[in-house]
Antibody, heavy 119, light 111 residues
Framework: EVQLVESGGGLVQPGGSLRLSCAASGFTFSTYWMHWVRQAPGKGLVWVSR????????SYADSVKGRFTISRDNAKNTLYLQMNSLRVEDTAVYYCVRVNTGAYHFDHWGQGTLVTVSS | QSALTQPASVSGSPGQSITISCTGTSSDVGTYNLVSWYQQQPGKAPKLMIY???KRPSGVSDRFSGSKSGNTASLTISGLQTDDEAAYYCCSYAGSSTFYLFGTGTKVTVL
């Protein structure tokens, strides 16, 4: 069974940093593209970032470019999102999401981790 | 890039059919047959319901179907059931600059 378990969320002050982790199991992590998608409280889904299977190709939404960094450790089956210079508008549930090779849809989602940016 | 446009809410009685629209532009929905749909129950993670406009993942009921015409994609739920009550989001690939756009979301209510 595919499992994606996020951790690392919490309360942080504006300008602060946080690193999210996503532990993957039940599939060959090293062969899949992985993404982060976020959802502000009561709002819709927003794509944040993606990484190819070996981490050599990464992409970001304009709203986080230069502040967030996606990375992965395939030996540990773990995806990361380093978030720096956090803003109040980054407050959201962050989902770790899998995309099959050659596909453009999100076939498995984690349960999400809440990041709250507030003073 | 703005989010794709969906109606805020759609409702129907049990057994009826409803359709949710998802309007984008010629840069996303109109160009790519890479529209997917997600169901999100309250407090839960989204679940893939339709991909590549009209394909259903294994395990998803055939009461769910998708289509596209021009810049607008649609999700139809036939034989509406009470457990179909949820928020539904469309998503389109939007090229190598914007990457992915989600819709604004539609709350489906079963009367």
């Amino acid at each position: 069974e595919v499992q994606l378990v996020e951790s690392g969320g919490g309360l942080v002050q504006p300008g602060g940093s946080l690193r999210l982790s996503c532990a993957a199991s039940g599939f060959t992590f090293s062969t899949y593209w992985m993404h982060w998608v976020r959802q502000a409280p009561g709002k819709g889904l927003v794509w944040v970032s993606r990484s190819n299977s070996d981490g050599s190709i990464t992409s970001y939404a304009d709203s986080v470019k230069g502040r967030f960094t996606i990375s992965r450790d395939n030996a540990k089956n773990t995806l990361y999102l380093q978030m720096n210079s956090l803003r109040v508008e980054d407050t959201a549930v962050y989902y770790c999401v899998r995309v099959n090779t050659g596909a453009y849809h999100f076939d498995h989602w984690g349960q999400g981790t809440l990041v709250t940016v507030s003073s | 890039q703005s989010a794709l446009t969906q109606p805020a809410s759609v409702s129907g009685s049990p057994g009826q059919s409803i359709t949710i629209s998802c309007t984008g532009t010629s840069s996303d929905v109109g160009t790519y047959n890479l529209v997917s749909w997600y169901q999100q129950q309250p407090g839960k993670a989204p679940k893939l319901m339709i991909y590549e406009v009209s394909k259903r993942p294994s395990g998803v009921s055939d009461r769910f179907s998708g289509s596209k015409s021009g810049n607008t994609a649609s999700l139809t739920i036939s034989g509406l059931q009470t457990d179909d009550e949820a928020a539904y989001y469309c998503c389109s690939y939007a090229g190598s600059s914007t990457f992915y756009l989600f819709g604004t979301g539609t709350k489906v209510t079963v009367l």
